[in-house]
């Protein structure tokens, strides 16, 4: 597993948006989306539920956080 992913992912945990997790890591927005789309296709699950109130953890996002969170 690339490792930028999981971070990225902690991120938009964190910051609970694709814009200010982009801030967070030094990337901008649409790079953090790829990176996002990247680990999802990975996965083969969503990880976030996206809209207007920014990006909410699915169960599987809950799930792979924990993951994440040991590889840090």
Do not use: N, W
């Not at 990880?47 to 956080?65: E, I, N, V």
């Amino acid at each position: 597993m690339d490792i930028e992913l999981a971070r990225t992912f902690l991120a938009v945990v964190e910051c609970g948006s694709f814009y200010k997790a982009g801030e967070q890591v030094h990337v901008t927005q649409s790079t953090v989306s790829a990176r996002i789309k990247s680990l999802e296709s990975l996965l083969g699950q969503a990880m976030f539920a996206r809209g207007k109130s920014g990006a909410l953890l699915t169960p599987a996002g809950h799930q792979f956080r924990r993951y994440a969170e040991r590889s840090e």
